[in-house]
């Protein structure tokens, strides 16, 4: 038996989500359908981010086990046909039989787009969020400060996160915030803010609260410093809304420990 | 009754195209129902450019006429609650009522996009041609330095084409072509190219089966030459094949006559 390691890109809007779910469209279950398919086994991949419905993914990694002898260096291009358009799979690696993707240190990077300006850009609608107000980066800056380090994120977590309703810790490391404006060059007046947020680990909702938050500072209705009061209060309520999933996507896992 | 201009940006995956066409959704057909409805009206707009099913556009021209009071500089937002999320009026302003959008001189550019790679993003299919050679981007140029200039562009047309069936010429001018060629930062090993023709005027498909020729001579497949050879037939199957119509987008119409 073999342990194979891929990793999987997705475009997220069709989809309830990565994790299987009966008689619904998950990343997971087409992973699952494609590799059985092309092995004839069956397939139950073990993968490392739950993506939340909507939510998008250039580097979600997972696992499975197999008898196939199919080179792990031809299975991105063998699986192709048997994926709808909107997952690829773009590497895959043999792994030690015990390597499993959500037991190993590793550093997330996920990024948050926000489309700017009086109208929705149709082309960036379905992979961006939309803000009628310019948002003010500089203001964003001086909130996201607040985050960096290591901090108990309970008000910046969903409630319903299994981790917590397990009396999990909330205690996470956040590297880096990213935040930058750019115009968009090809449509007048309208300009796109990316936010990349780069931790050891999140909990559920964890990127959206905090893009949604940083975004009601941009905006003008939060003064920077409410950032602050928000982490120390450990209470959801005082954080800012759960941003739209659409902006989001899972863009880099790199794992730090020992690979194989 | 007052004539107002337009300028629209669509998504064009989920349509047939442009043009209006009884039971099929249509950009066209959106317009004019959302028009109708926030007017109050049977609003028919007349469009610049009839894109082709699948082909996206950042600023196709249109005008209809109005008895409504409407200001023009609030009609993109008061459209939008009107208009599904694929298509936006992006500006609009008021034009004489002998101002016909098909008939004044103008410039266009299409942009056409190919995604290369050992497999497609699905983060851009909707939006980019796919090809897993690499493209060669300095054959590719001097390919396209034949097709600049005024040139009798039969070959490079459908014959189905309403003005070559009537009888009408061939003869167009284009003034530029860029391609140029960049990493996708974010998906190791994938590459996207970018070709923009700019013209006084295109026939049906022009664009297309252009960009089907470069990606032939990108590919490998044909030498630069072939290009010039192919033109001076002005036979349509001298030229290389049609490209897909999601790598396509209308991306500026700028008009040089008198503009109202």
């Not at 490392?48 to 792990?72: M, Q, Y």
């Not at 948050?112 to 992979?127: A, H, N, Q, V």
């Not at 310019?134 to 607040?146: R, S």
Request: glycine share 8%.
């Amino acid at each position: 038996m073999r342990r194979i390691r891929i990793r999987t890109a997705y475009d997220g809007t069709n989809y309830c989500g990565f994790q299987i779910q009966p008689g619904m469209p998950t990343v997971e279950g087409e992973l699952n359908r494609a590799l059985s398919e092309l092995t004839h086994e069956d397939i139950n991949i073990i993968g490392a981010s739950r993506t939340d419905s909507g939510v998008h993914a250039l580097c979600n990694v997972a696992v499975f086990d197999t008898e196939s002898r199919i080179p792990a260096d031809r299975l991105s291009l063998a699986i192709s046909p048997f994926l709808p358009g909107d997952i690829r799979v773009t590497e895959a690696d043999e792994v030690s039989g015990e390597w499993h993707p959500r037991k190993q240190a590793c550093i997330k990077t996920y990024e948050y787009f926000i489309s700017c300006g009086s109208f929705e850009d149709p082309m960036t609608r379905l992979y961006s969020a939309f803000s009628k107000r310019d948002l003010n980066i500089e203001k964003m800056h001086k909130a996201a400060e607040y985050l960096i380090g290591e901090h108990d994120f309970t008000s910046f977590a969903n409630p319903s996160s299994q981790v917590l309703m397990d009396g999990g810790s909330a205690v996470r490391t956040i590297y880096s915030i990213e935040i930058e404006k750019k115009k968009k060059g090809y449509l007048e007046g309208l300009s796109e803010v990316r936010i990349a947020v780069t931790g050891n680990g999140f909990l559920y909702n964890m990127v959206r609260i905090i893009a949604g938050t940083l975004i009601s500072v941009g905006n003008g209705l939060w003064k920077p410093e409410r950032v602050k009061d928000a982490l120390l209060a450990k209470d959801r309520t005082k954080a800012g809304p759960t941003a739209e999933a659409k902006g989001l996507r899972l863009s880099r896992i790199e794992y730090t420990g020992k690979e194989k």
